[in-house]
């Protein structure tokens, strides 16, 4: 072989190798960094991952919010219609958090069954909901939205 093209040819070899390692590296850090969306009913069927940072959202179920009156931890259910899952939040909860408003939390699903979340969302108006909120409800109710549900923008 001539070693011109010898050359040539360890040159393009050395940045093949360089790009696939680029790319192995990026897929590798977007996988660790994605947070998947589920649903009450899924979770509730084990199809969540346990000890995984995945995003949970439905409506705040009236009557669960309880309140530990020593610190800032808040237990709550948050539903779709059709199941339920027991949230764990310790922190400050967004103003516009309240029974039977729509929320997305991120966290982990822990052994006992708990959501344990570090971060709670709340809905920003009266009129709108998260797309993956209103998608789940609309899922869970048999494509019948809910008496009195608006557009999602």
Known sequence: MHPTRKKRLTIVLFL???IAIAVGLTTYALRQNINLFYDPTQISAGEA???VRIRAGGMVEEGSVLRDPDS????FRVTDFNASVPVEYTGILPDLFAEGQGVVAMGRLDSRGYFVADQVLAKHDENYMPPEVA???KKASGGQGKAGESEVY
């Open 16 to 18: 093949v190798a360089g």
């Open 49 to 51: 991952p346990a000890d």
């Open 72 to 75: 800032l931890k808040v237990e």
């Open 135 to 137: 998608d789940a409800l």
